[in-house]
């Protein structure tokens, strides 16, 4: 006969067994030698993406010169409501250093906003995520940019580009600030005030 603590070491390792195979997604019975084991699996939540979004006209510098402050925003497409929001700053080469946990959300449809901190929004409407979602790309394969030049406010601006942002700048010329440095040639001058000039009026996406 086997003892009592060897009989629940072989019936939790066929639980393990099963539930490996299972992939997640079923509800399973095991059967031990003297009792039904039931452990219920939920239907599966999303797990960590990586996440990639490049600012604009950022100077060209060995090692990348893409990062920056970025809040990403996830919504219900049916009523809008936000169900998650997350910061963090990106790589050089524009993408999330570690993945962004994103577990309280279910497989479904979101529509997803992503802003840099000098940057307007972007947004990507109804994306539908899946348990083998792994990267949302903002940049669709480096060919789309984020608009500089939303400069005002304490951290994220107001995701407008107006005379309130250019006049910060203007107060900026020939010194530094990260912020108002939109192309990261670590000074401030003329070449970042016509960036932001070029995108007067413009506003992110809602
Ligand atoms: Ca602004
Ligand atoms: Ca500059």
New binding site residues.
Partial sequence: MFSLKKRLIAAFISVITLVSFTNFTNTVYASSLTTIVEIVISDGFLGTISIKALPEKRVSVLGGNLGTLMRVRFTDPDTDDQLLETSYTSSSFGLTTSNVDISTLTPNEYHIFAKGRSHLTRKMSNVNLTTDTTNIDFSYGDTEYLYAGDVNGTIFGDDIVNAIDLSILINDLDSFDLRT?????????A??LSILITNLDKEGDA
């Fill in positions: 440095d939109l192309n990261r040639d670590n000074t401030v001058n070449l970042d």
